[in-house]
């Protein structure tokens, strides 16, 4: 066993069939838990390790956006361009070949929170980023009021202060693309609470990336591969890393689950497309940009991806039973006769 990556270390934890173990001479106690009940946890925790990812659906403002997406139509090779150069000798309708062209929804702003969390196109100060992607990341999923602003970034300040955090941030931002306030004034809500609704032009790098998720959705296997396979140069680390901020409320108000699922989803599709083109090194580059995501216990989420996908491209079965018999072992028990038991 190696300790803090060093193979000069070595250790050895032996498991009697009593359930006494001892770590190098150091007598070590289980908890009293009976093998059914841990066999019945080791179940769960395999089937949270490998449960399939739920579809992510696209919100309204979603379904408004790949509705947008236009495609493109060049030459067929071969065909003429009004040089006199003869066409080929494809019929009429297919002198025209329709290829497909990313276009990314519009947006004047957005907030990284993939990797260091900061804005793009607009210069703000830490505690006005925080405040952005707050209202940015919750404008789907609740009603925006002070209330919960104030609760939420600054709590052991005046609501008056957030307050004025919000109006700075307001005059910040300024006027979008479209000639409205890219923060508009509170708007009145249910019971009577005033709340926030950011600009649609504002968006996340998850959005951006959820976008080229749902579009991929709607194309043929090569350019899905291609929209999807562009988009990791938007996962560049864990979500929400900052030095100051961001302390539990992407996590109380259920973003970094959401934004989780989405990023397993996109991993997982674009694995799929690239094991299905025999590009392997994709897989490789998923696994690896979509682990750095997913910075946590369950970030080996892409690496099941991974071994499942090459072992569909290698078609190894032997190598998959022998793996997936060792696991069933280890999960059961461990005897001293048993060669793992000095692993």
Not at 11 to 21: F, V
Request: glycine share 8%.
């Amino acid at each position: 066993m190696l300790i803090g990556g060093r193979n000069d270390i070595g250790e050895r934890i032996t498991i009697d069939n009593d359930g006494s173990a001892q770590w190098s001479g150091v007598d070590l106690r289980a908890p009293n838990v009976t093998r059914e009940a841990a066999g019945e946890v080791a179940v769960m925790l395999d089937h949270v390790a490998n449960a399939e990812s739920a579809p992510i659906e696209p919100d309204e403002w979603m379904v408004e956006a790949i509705t947008r997406i236009e495609t493109v139509e060049e030459p067929a090779e071969g065909a003429s361009t009004g040089d006199g150069e003869p066409r080929s000798e494809a019929p009429e309708d297919e002198d025209l070949v329709e290829f497909f062209e990313y276009r990314p929804p519009a947006h004047d702003v957005v907030v990284q929170v993939m990797g260091n969390v900061r804005t793009h196109g607009a210069d703000l100060t830490a505690d006005e980023t925080e405040l952005l992607a707050l209202l940015t990341c919750l404008r789907h999923r609740t009603e925006i009021h002070i209330g919960l602003v104030h609760e939420s970034i600054a709590p052991e300040r005046a609501k008056k202060t957030v307050e004025n955090r919000v109006s700075r941030l307001r005059g910040r931002l300024g006027v979008g693309s479209d000639g409205r306030d890219l923060l508009p004034e509170a708007s009145s809500g249910r019971n009577g609470r005033s709340h926030y609704l950011v600009s649609p032009l504002v968006l996340t790098d998850v959005d951006l990336l959820e976008h080229r998720y749902h579009t991929a959705d709607t194309l043929g296997s090569t350019d899905a591969l291609t929209v999807l396979r562009d988009g990791l140069e938007l996962m560049e680390g864990p979500l929400f890393r900052a030095r100051k901020g961001f302390d539990g409320w992407p996590q109380s108000e259920g973003v970094v689950v959401s934004m989780t699922a989405i990023v397993q989803s996109y991993a997982t599709r674009l694995i799929g497309l690239a094991v299905d083109v025999d590009d392997i090194a994709l897989v490789i580059r998923t696994t690896a940009t979509a682990g750095r995501v997913l910075d946590n216990p369950l970030s080996e989420f892409p690496m099941r991806q991974a071994e499942q996908a090459y072992a569909g491209a290698c078609g190894d079965t032997e190598l998959l039973a022998s793996v997936e018999g060792a696991r069933q072992r280890l999960i059961e028990y461990i005897d001293t006769d048993d060669a793992l038991a000095d692993v």
